[in-house]
């Protein structure tokens, strides 16, 4: 599958549209999902241009997954009591409808509901809060 540039996440990583970013590293970017299928709903992109999980090189999925792993610890801690679902979607017949690659990190209380999309839109005092609650949580991890 070809990348597009012009997808939503790219344009948030070259700053074009607006994100609740909680972390940046060399190589990921850390940001609240605009549509929270729970609060503190985090998506964890790569910097590399890679439609989904097959196309991105090994050491930037190496690198991807290792901050997906920071930011659940950090969701665990944030939201203790919870769960954490780590879901990762390739293409639209999986559900997939943002076309760079992306893991979604959601606290969860609801045992098996799978029930995914179809979510309202979050105000930006609720998205801006919860940044900040997983950005301290990340504070806290090594
Ligand atoms: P997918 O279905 O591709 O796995 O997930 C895409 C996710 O991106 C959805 O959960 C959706 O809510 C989120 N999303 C779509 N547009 C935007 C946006 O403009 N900003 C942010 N922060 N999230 C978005």
Do not use: C, W
């Amino acid at each position: 599958m070809s990348y597009d540039p012009a997808n939503i996440f790219a344009r948030i990583l070259r700053g074009e549209l607006p994100a609740h970013v909680v972390e940046e590293t060399e190589d990921t970017l850390t940001f609240m999902d605009i549509m929270p299928k729970a609060n503190g709903h985090a998506l964890v992109i790569p910097k590399e241009g890679a439609p989904n999980i097959f196309e991105i090189s090994d050491d930037g999925l190496h690198k991807l997954i290792t901050q997906v792993k920071r930011v659940a610890k950090a969701s665990q801690r944030a939201y203790p009591g919870n769960g954490v679902r780590v879901i990762q979607l390739n293409g639209s017949e999986a559900g997939q409808s943002v076309f760079h690659l992306h893991f979604h990190i959601i606290p969860s209380a609801d045992g098996m509901n799978f029930g995914f999309h179809g979510g309202a839109a979050a105000d930006e005092a609720s998205l801006s809060e919860h940044a900040q609650r997983l950005k301290q949580a990340l504070a806290t991890i090594d």
